[in-house]
């Protein structure tokens, strides 16, 4: 007996140890209360554009979260009546559920019964927490941490936790996002029965489809309703009224973006996930889980007019060309729906729609899209012949081939997505702010961001930087340079190079500094980056932030390669007076309870968020920007710029009427075009190349190809915006001089038009040109032997020059 008896103790020391370690090791990595109280459900992250308004969301999941207080009081009842009854009377566990359950999972062992659980509302929470699996162990750790999640929560927390971050088909994760999924409706307009429905899905929403499965979802839906008039939730009447509806559900569509703006928002997700993290297991506040409330600095304006104006140069410059074939191939068989939109097809405007072609007849194709529907698309829509054939598309297609197509009357015509693309950046010139980006023609089939990633040659637009080094230098917009061949010896590796003039173009002689510019001469370039000293030019460039380079001539011509962000940047900073700018696409960002967890603009601003005014002066932000280039340097440059509008080559611009400065670029090849300028209100550059660089045909040119581009950009942008001139800074001193000789001039008058003789020049105080005339000395000019007015006296008669 007394062996049995010990046998006995042992036995039941040993269980009591196998179950105190399965307690213990079912709880040792279980949140504590502390933590459950510091919970956040994952939302999405929320983008905003500069006036606060929408642009789109950052979520793989569709979730909308609803405070407890608006979720509508008859859906938590049909929660309840569906999945937990007692609820609002249990500590976590429904214990008699739990007898029952463990009574089926016994049978389960010796019949093909699956084991079935007695979850509570508060265990589904738990489970959302430690994962699904169907193990014992699991459900002992999810009803240890229901119970702790009952005393970190109210009741009321608790569902709002459930009924926000629960799965309930269509990706749809929490009632207001699963009302808009099924019903295109907000869980507040939602009907009793369409409420029943939803309070079915917990289980098994693939089970109870409205579409698929609809027999079996209304009799499910009728059984909640029963339920919640057993709870004495709803009335006899009411029942019956929501049992008699039919369940009409909405097609499911899934989660749809705004097309605008792609190529912004991405380098904004970008920006984004590289300092808070993608996911919620990088943090709280990751930026698909963490609710981030995101303020940038996109105009919707600028946006549309910089897409439209950069589609439509691509465009025109391919008009005409060969057909490259389908974008790609297809099965067509079962679900081709669903094949066809997970093609990447590039379709930039709104019109354009991906088709796969079904069948064909004769040249006729039958097409199919994304949405089941069906067209036709005859010989004579597809008649462009494939490149290097003489073949027409419409011979060529076969049944599989996905294209992009337009609807044009009864019938689709072929289109093609343009092979050039190129870049564009619009830049606010007082802050750095970035207004709109386009990086390509379509983003969902071309992520490669080329106004901030594609690393290309600069050409002309680079100039500016040379003339203005030189004229922080010595130089002036009046100095003369030959326009003349020029060869420099290099190195005994190198030997000795030669440059020439873009086209070949002869030298024409003794210039000045700005016709130099305004014409874009590569020799008279050259020369003034070699007298000023290449290390010098290139020191100015970096510190503008273009890029790093090598103190040789080549890069005086725009040989260094750089981003249309990195050089619009600088031509941002030399319309600030020279003052550092840091470009930037996002403003604010606020975490899901609004506190601000990274702003751009981190200056000391004392008294700026005062709740009134104090009668003192106007608080101001602290700090003082950093000069990258002299004032009164910077401004000379956009003055030379303005001519290059003018005058130069960049004429083009002229038909927007209004004080414009710019550049315009041409790379070796030509490769790459190029146009870089603006107002005193922005500046927005561009290119357009080949992802490959290659010839683009000889007629390519900056002047050409991208000023017109800018210029459809400009008619958008900037229409009903003011007309401002550019803003002299204090130290300069502008001067009448003779256009082409950039002598001193009396006694004549600057005219309105674009090529007048003698225009006002720009100059730092005494290295105006030389008075030459009279000899008197009195700052007077004599013409006919009449007394003028001098400078000074016409600038204050016209209230100064601006």
């Not at 099924?182 to 009907?191: E, M, V």
């Not at 930087?465 to 917009?477: C, E, K, L, R, S």
């Not at 991208?706 to 950009?713: M, V, Y």
Request: proline letters at 5%; hydrophobic letters at 40%.
């Amino acid at each position: 007996m007394r062996r049995w008896v010990l046998w006995a103790g042992g036995a039941a020391t040993l269980v009591v140890a196998l179950v105190g370690w399965q307690f213990w090791s079912a709880q040792k990595d279980l949140p504590d209360e502390a933590a459950l109280a510091n919970y956040a459900a994952a939302l999405p992250s929320t983008v905003r554009d500069i006036d606060g308004n929408v642009v789109m969301s950052f979520t793989r999941e569709r979730r909308v979260y609803l405070p407890y207080n608006e979720i509508p009081k008859r859906l938590v009842q049909a929660y309840i009546s569906a999945e937990d009854k007692t609820f609002f009377d249990h500590g976590g566990l429904d214990y008699q559920g739990i007898a029952a359950a463990v009574i089926t999972n016994v049978e389960s062992w010796f019949t093909d019964k699956r084991p079935v659980g007695a979850s509570t509302i508060t265990q589904q929470v738990a489970k959302s927490l430690i994962g699904n699996e169907v193990t014992y162990s699991r459900k002992l750790r999810e009803a240890l941490l229901a119970r702790r999640i009952e005393a970190a929560f109210t009741k009321q927390q608790i569902l709002e936790l459930y009924l926000n971050q629960i799965f309930l088909g269509r990706n749809a994760y929490g009632v207001e996002a699963a009302a808009q999924a099924y019903f295109g409706k907000s869980a507040t307009d939602l009907d009793l029965a369409q409420m029943a429905y939803l309070a079915i899905l917990p289980k098994a929403p693939s089970t109870y489809s409205p579409v698929s499965q609809n027999a079996r979802a209304v009799a499910r839906r009728d059984y909640v309703l029963k339920q919640m008039l057993a709870n004495g939730y709803i009335t006899e009447a009411e029942r019956a009224a929501a049992a008699a509806t039919p369940l009409v559900a909405v097609p499911n569509r899934g989660i749809t973006q705004p097309r605008a703006a792609d190529y912004f928002t991405e380098d904004v997700r970008r920006s984004l996930i590289a300092r808070f993290g993608e996911s919620p297991a990088d943090g709280r506040n990751s930026v698909y889980g963490g609710g981030l409330w995101i303020r940038t600095s996109l105009n919707p304006k600028y946006q549309e007019a910089a897409e439209i104006a950069m589609r439509d140069g691509f465009m025109r410059f391919e008009r005409g060309r060969a057909w490259r074939g389908p974008v790609t191939k297809i099965e067509i068989g079962d679900g081709w729906q669903g094949r066809l939109g997970s093609a990447a097809v590039p379709l930039g405007f709104a019109e354009w729609k991906k088709a796969v072609v079904l069948s064909k007849d004769g040249d006729t194709s039958k097409l199919g899209f994304t949405d089941g529907s069906t067209g036709i698309m005859p010989g004579w829509a597809a008649s462009s012949p494939l490149r290097g054939t003489a073949q027409a598309a419409a011979q060529l297609l076969k049944p599989g081939d996905v294209i992009p197509v337009t609807k044009s009357g009864d019938y689709y015509q072929l289109r093609q997505a343009p092979e050039i693309s190129g870049g564009m950046v619009v830049e606010e010139p007082h802050t750095g702010r970035v207004m709109a980006l386009v990086g390509g023609f379509d983003a969902r089939a071309q992520s490669f961001n080329r106004a901030t990633q594609a690393k290309r040659q600069p050409g002309s637009t680079f100039k500016p930087i040379v003339y203005a080094t030189a004229m922080d230098n010595g130089f002036t917009p009046s100095s003369i340079v030959v326009d003349a061949p020029y060869c420099v010896y290099q190195s005994r590796t190198l030997g000795q190079k030669c440059f020439r003039n873009f086209g070949g173009m002869r030298g024409a002689g003794a210039q000045t500094l700005r016709w130099g510019l305004e014409q874009s001469r590569n020799l008279m370039t050259v020369r003034i980056a070699y007298n000023t000293g290449m290390d010098k030019v290139v020191a100015q460039a970096k510190a503008l932030g273009i890029g790093s380079y090598q103190p040789v001539l080549a890069i005086a011509l725009g040989a260094g390669e750089t981003t249309v962000l990195k050089l619009t940047n600088a031509y941002a900073q030399l319309f600030n007076a020279g003052r550092a700018l840091e470009p930037s696409l996002i403003d604010m960002v606020q975490d899901r309870d609004g506190k601000v967890i990274y702003r751009r603009d981190n200056r000391s601003c004392p008294g700026c968020a005062a709740a009134d005014w104090d009668g003192g002066p106007m608080p101001r932000p602290g700090g003082t920007p950093k000069q990258v280039i002299d004032a009164r340097t910077a401004y000379q440059a956009v003055h030379l710029m303005e001519g290059v509008i003018q005058r130069g080559t960049g004429t083009e611009l002229l038909k927007l009427d209004r004080p414009l400065a710019g550049k315009t670029g041409t790379t070796s090849g030509p490769k790459d075009v190029w146009f870089v300028g603006g107002t005193q209100q922005l500046v927005a550059g561009l290119y357009m190349g080949y992802d490959t660089p290659r010839n683009l045909g000889g007629y390519a040119q900056g002047g050409t190809v991208a000023a017109p581009i800018w210029r459809r950009f400009g008619e958008l942008a900037l229409k009903d915006e003011p007309k401002l001139p550019f803003v002299i800074p204090p130290g300069v001193r502008m001067v009448r001089v003779d256009r082409r000789s950039g002598k001193r001039v009396y006694g004549t008058w600057p005219g309105n038009e674009n090529k007048a003789a003698v225009i006002w020049e720009a100059f730092k105080p005494e290295s105006e040109p030389r008075r030459t005339g009279n000899g008197r000395g009195d700052g007077m000019a004599v013409v006919g032997g009449g007394r003028v007015r001098s400078d000074a006296d016409f600038m204050r008669n016209e209230g100064g020059i601006y």
